[in-house]
């Protein structure tokens, strides 16, 4: 099996890292290929809602980014896994 986790957490946030640490845990008891991505150090830009990714490039967002790779990597496998802390700003 293959699983995706995308880190939304913060750099210090213990609680996202404990967790992220026992889902790994488990996967890797499973033996899953498991690849993590940690959002926060990576370069993913905005939908420009252009449409262009419905219209010119079937698919694939027109913006040469990160977000490339982890659309590619969450559709080939068996699993995604958003890790992100839930806050309340009302």
Known sequence: MKAVILNGGKENDLSITEVLGTIV???????????????????????????NCWVKTPGVCIIDDDGRMIAKEAVQSDLVIFLTPIVFGG
């Open 25 to 51: 845990k488990e996967l890797e008891a499973t033996g899953a290929d498991i690849r993590t991505f940690d959002l926060r150090d990576m370069n993913i830009s905005r939908c420009l809602g252009c449409f």
